[in-house]
């Protein structure tokens, strides 16, 4: 984390910047960030070689909230909680969870095991939002 991105986000406050988004997907060593939803292809088909990293949300996560607090944003949005037309799916071939940006998995008609009643189960990403703002003030 280095002083680039303290005056990245210094000058997304006069935007007033509310949202970030990571990807956390990657497909033979690179990583998708932004077009993560590109893993999609055209037959509902994920693309051969892409791989769940659930532990790139929380990297990304783990590297920017504290450069917002640093900078003084007072809260920030991540982008987004949920995708429900990108089910999870056990198959990896068809799991279009992995082209969202959610911090939970929506399910295609799989009971939550988590949340009773709920539709979606929590990403590693959920948890570490959890975890951050459970110690902000």
Same mark, same amino acid.
């Given at each position: 984390?280095?002083? &680039?991105?303290? #005056?990245?986000?210094?000058?997304?406050?006069? #935007?007033?910047?509310?949202?970030?988004?990571? %990807? &956390?997907?990657?497909?033979? %060593?690179?990583?998708?960030?932004? #077009?993560?939803?590109?893993?999609?292809?055209? !037959?509902?088909?994920?693309?051969? %070689?892409?791989?769940?990293? /659930?532990? /790139?949300?929380?990297? *990304?996560?783990?590297?920017?909230? $504290?450069?917002?607090?640093? /900078?003084?944003?007072?809260?920030?949005?991540?982008?987004?909680?949920?995708?429900?037309?990108? $089910?999870?799916?056990?198959?990896?071939?068809? !799991?279009?969870?992995? &082209?969202?940006? %959610?911090?939970?998995?929506?399910?295609?008609?799989? $009971?939550?095991? #988590? *949340?009773?009643?709920? $539709?979606? /189960?929590?990403?590693?990403?959920?948890?570490?939002?959890?975890?951050? *703002? &459970?110690?902000?003030?």
């Amino acid at each position: 984390m280095g002083t &680039g991105r303290h #005056a990245l986000v210094r000058q997304l406050l006069v #935007a007033d910047r509310e949202e970030f988004l990571p %990807g &956390g997907l990657e497909q033979r %060593g690179f990583q998708f960030g932004a #077009a993560g939803f590109t893993v999609i292809e055209p !037959d509902h088909t994920i693309r051969p %070689g892409t791989v769940r990293d /659930e532990g /790139e949300q929380v990297r *990304y996560m783990d590297e920017l909230l $504290p450069v917002f607090e640093a /900078e003084g944003v007072d809260s920030t949005f991540w982008f987004s909680f949920a995708c429900d037309v990108l $089910p999870h799916r056990a198959d990896p071939r068809t !799991d279009l969870d992995l &082209g969202s940006f %959610g911090i939970v998995k929506t399910l295609d008609g799989t $009971p939550s095991q #988590a *949340y009773p009643g709920m $539709p979606w /189960e929590p990403k590693k990403a959920f948890h570490a939002l959890a975890r951050h *703002y &459970g110690k902000s003030p």
